[in-house]
């Protein structure tokens, strides 16, 4: 629910890890969550135009999408994962070499298509249907709207298979 918030209010969630930090350092505490110690006033991400306040390094001069890039560069690690079963349900396609992967949340159902296809040798994504308890799933859902809404509760991994796509007339 917080990721829709984020999504729905632009700029809360900096302007709430600003405050946060602020927080932490005027307790002289470590903020929790930050890498390699980049708290205190050299990550400061302070208001300019607030109290005559500047920014206390070159690094928060940075564009908003160079910054991005490099909050970006753990590849969804730290994001909630997802373990996931991958049968296949045809006789038509082999089965995966691992079918057990894990992967963040944020993935959608397409990563999945693409994934199954390069493992495959697939010409076309397009080509497979991925389902959860019988229903062919939505390739812009996310996993975590998959496991909230098809596995709400049963007991992990999320058991997903694929088969060649089948047209329906």
Known sequence: MQDIVYKLVPGLQEAEMRKQREFYHKLGLE???DIKGETGPARQHSDPHRNGE???DESCNKEPAEEKQEDDSDYHRSD???SICLEC????LRGLKRKWIRCSAQATVLHLKKFIAKKLNLSSFNELDILCNEEILGKDHTLKFVVVTRWRFKKAPLLLHYRPKMDLL
Do not use: D, I, L, M
């Not at 349900?89 to 038509?92: A, C, E, L, T, Y």
């Open 89 to 92: 349900n045809s006789s038509k």
């Open 31 to 33: 903020v929790p969550g």
């Open 80 to 82: 909630e994962q997802v």
């Open 54 to 56: 500047t920014k206390a």
